[in-house]
Every structure is written in structure tokens, then in C-alpha cells.
């Protein structure tokens, strides 16, 4: 009975695995200097507070934190009972987003609360993680062709409100997490083949009728084609080639904090949010993106490492579905600043500027510490 119904604030007999636990710490004073070393110049020769978002962001990491510790003293057994809640309330904030929502650079898909911008999508994420995980294991014997189908209608819903908010990015992210977390809980090879080929017959009618904006299907088209001479590429490209100029100019040690041209003259766009990791190449060099790397290797590994050991299968779906979420913002992020997949918005997990994000990736750590304190329960 004690498995069915776990405390809510159970004291765990394993303990907290501190590996992960030092490296989201780490990551996230790392991405606070790092946003501070981005916008210390340009807010200086604007005539604003040099340390304005350094400020604001170190708030979020601090309720980030606290926030990781609450989620992680709760036994994670307790998010399969709210699963399908989440599920719900996630597809009503995305649809009430698109009513009233923020627009923003040709997007909408913020409420604005004033001290924040809450972006509904982001925590989509993790509800749809929870629900796919708890569907799939109480099917402990595999997915049958009906379970996965049920699956994708699930999925497709919120993938479809957020691609039209547009949000093309956190839509990607969401079915590869899903895709990912299907093959493990079981889906018959074959027809996962057959979901494969359909997905990418889909992605290319999409791109083939006008489904994606103008801006998307521009950045898609200058990424297959960097030295275009196009006129309506020129932006894209330019971009782009100023973040892989920035990243280059750091060479093996860097420029060093709050130097680089790149950076201090703000050629590189959004460089404290989607564009971070440029001002981590420039400044810290290869050397210095040598340690970053190592602290978001560090993380996959232990997410994985839990996913690999949970006891139980919906601790095991959730620590997957995490790990992906993590590692493939991490390899999109980083890829599209050196022009090896195409600009998108997705942040570079607890590096970015942004509350939203923050939290959701400090959630989502504190769900991964839950999983391993209870690996022996």
C-alpha cells in the first residue's frame, strides 16, 4: 500500500545525488555570469543599470532553486496522479494564450504579468512528459498499435496550438522527446518505422504547401544554403555568420570576460537568450567551452544514469523524456550558433536569460532528483 499511495513528502532512504545536484547549481551561476558578461556594455552605453539582468535573472535562479528542492522531496509517484490534470490544464493555457496572449516579434505565445513573462508552452513540455510516461507504464508489457496512436492524438493537440502561436522550436522539441520515450516504453519496431517515414512525408508537405511563417521557412532555407548570395536570405545568413565569427574569434583562451567585439558591439542578436553560447565561445575561448560542455555532460549523464536505475516505469519514462527535453535543447541551442542545425528559439537550458525557462528546467531537475532518492523504495 505504501507503494500505491507514497507520502507526499515522504522522507526518501536514498540520498540526493549530488553529482547532478552540484551541476545545475554551477550551470546556473554560470549562465548568470555569463548574461551579465553579455549585457554589461551594451546596457552601459544605453544608460541603463549594468547589472539590470543580472539581477532579474539571479532572482529566478534563486526561486529556481528553491523550487527544485520542494519538487525534489516529493515522491514522484505523486505526478502520475496529476498527470492527466496537467495534461489538461496545459492544453487550456495554450489555448487561452492564443486569445490573450503577449505578441512579440511576429509571435504570440506569452502572458505578460508584468514581473515575468509566462510562456505556457514551456511547461507543456513537462506535462506531456508526465502524461505520455504515466500512459505508458501501465502498459508494462508494451505498446500495442492502438496505445501509440492514442499517443500521438495526445501529443499532436499541443504540437499543433504551438506551432500555429508560432513556435516552431518547443513543437520539434516535444515530438522528438515523445518519440524517444515510445521507442523505450516499447512501440513495435516496425510501426515505428512506418511513424517515422509518415512524420517526415508530413514535415516536407508542410514545408511544401506554405504551411511554416515566412521568417521560419526563411531561416530553413538559409540554413541548406550559408553562402547564398539571395537577397531574402541576407539577414538569416548574416545572423548566423556573426555568431560563428563570434564563436571563432575566442580562440583557445578567449577574449575574456566583457571583451569581444562581437559581443560589446551587439552584432550577434538576442545574445543573452538564444544566442548565449556566443558569448561563451568568444570570451572563454575553446578552453572555457571545454568546461561548459563538460557541466551539461554532466547533467545528461546523471539523468540518463537515474533513468537507467529507477525501480519503477513511470520514474524511468520521466527521466527519459527529461534527459531528451535537456539534451536536444542543448545540441539545438549550440548547433544553430555554429550553423550546424537551423536558428529556432529554443534557450540553452539554465543559460538563458528568461524565468520561464529557468523554472522549467529547474522543475524538471528536481523531478530527476526525485527519481534518485528512491531508487531503493
Request: net charge positive; charged share 10%.
Amino acid at each position: 500500500m505504501k507503494l500505491l499511495r507514497p507520502s507526499l513528502l515522504e522522507s526518501p532512504n536514498g540520498s540526493v545525488d549530488r553529482v547532478l545536484l552540484l551541476a545545475v547549481v554551477a550551470l546556473a551561476l554560470f549562465g548568470d555570469l555569463m548574461i551579465y558578461s553579455a549585457t554589461k556594455v551594451a546596457l552601459i552605453n544605453a544608460g541603463y543599470d549594468p547589472q539590470y539582468y543580472l539581477k532579474k535573472q539571479t532572482i529566478w535562479v534563486v526561486v529556481g532553486l528553491v523550487l527544485m528542492f520542494a519538487v525534489s522531496r516529493i515522491d514522484y509517484r505523486r505526478f502520475e496522479m496529476v498527470a492527466t490534470p496537467g495534461y489538461i490544464a496545459s492544453i487550456l493555457a495554450l489555448c487561452a494564450v492564443g486569445l490573450f496572449g503577449s505578441s512579440a516579434l511576429g509571435a504570440q505565445r506569452w502572458f505578460d504579468l508584468g514581473f515575468i513573462q509566462f510562456q505556457p508552452s514551456e511547461f507543456a513540455v513537462l506535462a506531456i512528459i508526465f502524461s505520455a510516461s504515466a500512459y505508458c507504464a501501465r502498459r508494462p508489457e508494451g505498446l500495442a498499435h492502438r496505445d501509440v496512436i492514442r499517443i500521438l492524438f495526445m501529443t499532436l493537440l499541443p504540437v499543433g496550438i504551438i506551432a500555429i502561436q508560432p513556435d516552431l522550436g518547443t513543437a520539434i522539441i516535444i515530438s522528438v522527446t515523445v518519440g524517444v520515450l515510445i521507442i523505450v516504453a516499447g512501440v513495435p519496431p516496425r510501426f515505428m518505422a512506418f511513424l517515422t517515414a509518415v512524420g517526415v512525408l508530413g514535415a516536407i508537405s508542410a514545408i511544401w504547401i506554405g504551411v511554416l511563417q515566412k521568417y521560419q521557412l526563411s531561416r530553413l532555407t538559409s540554413f541548406l544554403n550559408q553562402n547564398s548570395s539571395d537577397p531574402a536570405l541576407a539577414s538569416a545568413i548574416y545572423h548566423v555568420n556573426n555568431a560563428k565569427n563570434a564563436i571563432g574569434a575566442g580562440g583557445i583562451k578567449g577574449m575574456g570576460l566583457f571583451n569581444g567585439l562581437q559581443t560589446t558591439l551587439g552584432y550577434v542578436p538576442e545574445q543573452r537568450t538564444d544566442f548565449i553560447f556566443t558569448a561563451i565561445g568568444e570570451q572563454l575561448g575553446l578552453i572555457g567551452s571545454l568546461f561548459f560542455f563538460t557541466l551539461l555532460a554532466t547533467m545528461a549523464y546523471r539523468m540518463f544514469l537515474t533513468a537507467r536505475e529507477a525501480k519503477e516505469q513511470f520514474g524511468r519514462l520521466m527521466c527519459v523524456g527529461i534527459f531528451v527535453f535537456f539534451s536536444f535543447s542543448c545540441f539545438q541551442n549550440i548547433g544553430m550558433t555554429m550553423g550546424i542545425m537551423p536558428v529556432t528559439g529554443i534557450p540553452l537550458p539554465l543559460v538563458s536569460y528568461g524565468g520561464t525557462a529557468a523554472l522549467v528546467f529547474f522543475s524538471a531537475s528536481g523531478i530527476v532528483l526525485s527519481v534518485s532518492r528512491r531508487r531503493g523504495n
